[in-house]
C-alpha cells in the first residue's frame, strides 16, 4: 500500500462512524430547512394533522405559492432586499479597500492604533449601537427611507479586517512595480489589489449580503412603512396581518425568501472556501 | 538615455543604519553592478534610486534633472524585480502594456467602458498594442502574450517582467537580483541575454546582485557594497586583481583568496609563516601587515627559503584541469588554498611537505585596519587610498 492510500483512507468502521457523525450533524442543521419546504407544500389539514409525512397526500404547492406571492408583495419585499443589500455591499466594498489598503501598505504614524481602533469596531454587536443609530437617523431625517436600511453598514470592520489580511499577503514587489508603472495609489488599489483578492472579496460579499437579506433586528427599528420592509421583516409583518395560523403560504412565502441566497451560495462556493483559507498555506 | 548621479545618500531604519554617506556617478550607456552579501544594503539603494523609498540624506540626479522627492512614475526609471513582480490576474499582453496605457491614456480614456468611445482611444490602443508585439517578440515571449503569469515558467516570466521594463523605453534599467529565482543554466543563459540586451538598447543599467559571477560577468563597472558603505567601484578585473579593501579582496574570488599575517623586515621582506617572502617594500620595517594571495597566484617552487611557502599538504582536490591543494604552515591555524595546474604538479600526496612560490607583485598588501597599501610610481608603498572610481 502507498503510503498515500494510509494516510488518505481510513479503515472501513472509523470512516463509517465518522461519516455518521457528519451525516448527523448535517441532518441536524437540514431539519428545519427541509421541514420549511414540506410545510409550504401541504394543505392546511394535513399540517396539523398527528401522523408525519414530508411529502403531502395532498400536494397543496401551487396553492401555498400562489397565495405566497399574491396575498403579501413579496417580489416587492424582495426587490427592497437586493437594492438594500446591493448597496450595502458596493459601499462596503467603496470604502472597505482603500481603508483596507492604507492598513496593509502604507506607512504613517498612528497606523496600529488605527488597525486597533479597526478590531474594537468588530468586536462590539450591532445591537449596541441601534439606539445612538436609531437618534443619528432621526437627526439626519431619514428614517423610514432605504436610507435608513443602509446607513449604518455602509463601512464594515470586518470587511476592513479581512481585506487588510488579505492585501499583507500580497508581494510588496507588486505594489512597488505597479508605482513605478504609472499607477496611482487608488488606481493600486482598484486594478491591482481588488482583482488579486477577488477570492476575499468573494467571501465578504456572501458574508455581507447573506447578513443583511436576512437582518430583522435592524430593519425593524429604521422603517415602518410595507413598502421599504427587506424580506424578513416582510413575513413577519406577513404573518402577523394575513395568514394568522396559516403556516403553507408562510412557509412558502419563506422558502422563496432564502431560495435566491441558496442559489448564489451554491454558485460561488469554490471561492467562498478559497477567501476563508486564503493565506492559510503558502501556494 | 541618461547617468546617474548620488550623492551621499544615508539611509536609516530606526536606529538601524543602511546606507552610510553613498556616493557614486553612472555614466550614460554604462552597466553597474550593486555587489555585496545580502542585508549590506544595495537594493535599498536601488530602491531609494527608483524614488520607492525615500533616503534621509543625500541627492539623486537622473540626466540632468535632481529627482529627489519626485514620485517613481515620474524619474523615467523601469525595474525588474526579483520576484518578478507580475500581476497575476492580468494576461501578460496586459501586464506589459499597462505602463504604456498609464502614461499615453488621459484618466478619461482609462475609464472601463466609456473610455474606448472617447476620440483617440482606439489609435492610441493599437500603437500600444503594435509596442506590446514588437517587444515580446524581440524577447521571444510573442506567442505567450495571450496567457496569464501563473501558465509561464520561471524564465518567461522573467522574460515578461524584461519586457513591462523595456517597453516604455526608460532612461535608465534598475534591476534587482532578477537571476536569482532562476535555476543555474537557465541563468547563466539570462545572463547572456540581459548582457545582449544591454549592447542593443545602449541604456544605464543599474544591477543589483549578490553573486559575483553575475557581477564580474556582466557589468561595465562593480560597486562593491558591505555594510551600507561603498568599499570600492571599478572596473571587474580591478576589483579581482586590485581591490582597495580587505573585505573587497575577500568577498571577491571563488574559492576565497587566502590572507596571512606577517611582519615587514629590511630589504623588502616579509616574516610570514616562518618564512621570508619578497614584497618589493623597502619601507615601513617592523610593520604588522596583512598579505592577501589569490590561489591561482601560487607557482611549485622546488625548495623553501626565501620567495616560498613551505607547508605540508593536508587535502587535494582534483577540479579537471586544475588542482586545489590545501597546505598547513606552521603557526596558522586555517589552512593555505593554492590552485595549481594539474600538469605541473602530478605527484603529490597527502601528507607531503610541499614549497610553493609567489611572485611579489601578486601579493596584495592590507594595513591592520584592512586599508590598502599600494604601491605609487614615485612616493614608494606608504600611501593608503581612500575609497575611488577608476574609469571604466
Known sequence: MSRATS?????????????????????????????????????????????FFLWPKQFYGVENYTRALTDAPLPRYMGNGLIVCAVILALQILFCAPCAYALAKLRFPGRDLLFGVVLIGLLLPHQVLSLPLFILGYHLGILNTYAALIFPYVVSPFGIFLFRQCFKTIPNDVVHAARLDGLSELAIVWKIMVPMALPAVIAFAIFSVVGHWNDLFWPLIAVRDQSLMPPPLGIMSFKNEEAGNDYGPLMAASTLVVLPLVIAFLAAQKWFVEGMTGGAVKQ | MASVSIESINKNYGQMSVLRGVSLSVADGEFLTLLGPSGCGKSTLLRILAGLEMQDAGSISI???????????????????????????????SNMALPLRMRRFSAFQRLPVLGRLLPGTARIASEIDMEVTRTANALGIGHLLARKPGQLSG????????????????????????????????????????????????VTFVYVTHDQAEAMTLSDRVAVMLDGELLQVAPPQDIYADPDDRRVAEFIGSPKINMLDGVLREHGLLDVA???????ADALAGTHLTLAIRPEAFHLAH???????TGS????????????????????????????????????????????????????????????????????????????????
Open chain 2, 274 to 280: 616562518g618564512s621570508a617572502l619578497r614584497v618589493d
Open chain 1, 7 to 51: 494516510i488518505g483512507r481510513l479503515s472501513p468502521p472509523v470512516a463509517i462512524l465518522r461519516h455518521a457523525a457528519l451525516l448527523a450533524t448535517g441532518a441536524l442543521i437540514l431539519v428545519p430547512f427541509v421541514w420549511m419546504v414540506s410545510l409550504s407544500i401541504k394543505p392546511p389539514g394535513e399540517i396539523f394533522s398527528t401522523s
Open chain 2, 155 to 202: 524564465g518567461q516570466r522573467q522574460r515578461v517582467a524584461v519586457g513591462r521594463a523595456m517597453v516604455r523605453h526608460p532612461a535608465v534599467f534598475l534591476m534587482d537580483e532578477p537571476l536569482s529565482n532562476l535555476d543555474a543554466k537557465l541563468r547563466v543563459q539570462m545572463r547572456t541575454e540581459i548582457k545582449e540586451l544591454h549592447q542593443r538598447l545602449g
Open chain 2, 63 to 93: 540626466g540632468e534633472q535632481v529627482v529627489d522627492g519626485l514620485r517613481p512614475k515620474r524619474r523615467d526609471v523601469a525595474m525588474v524585480f526579483q520576484s518578478y513582480a507580475l500581476y497575476p490576474h492580468m494576461t501578460v499582453a
Open chain 2, 313 to 392: 599538504v593536508r587535502m587535494i582536490e582534483h577540479m579537471g584541469s586544475d588542482l586545489f591543494v590545501h597546505l598547513d604552515l606552521a603557526g596558522i591555524n586555517h589552512p593555505l588554498l593554492a590552485r595549481l595546474l594539474a600538469e605541473r604538479a602530478p605527484h603529490i600526496a597527502p601528507g607531503q611537505t610541499l614549497h610553493v612560490g609567489v611572485r611579489p607583485d601578486r601579493v596584495l598588501l592590507f594595513t591592520r585596519d584592512g586599508r590598502r597599501l599600494r604601491r605609487q610610481a614615485e612616493s614608494g608603498y606608504a600611501s593608503v587610498t581612500p575609497i575611488r572610481e577608476t574609469g571604466r
Open chain 2, 303 to 309: 625548495q623553501g627559503g626565501q620567495g616560498a611557502l
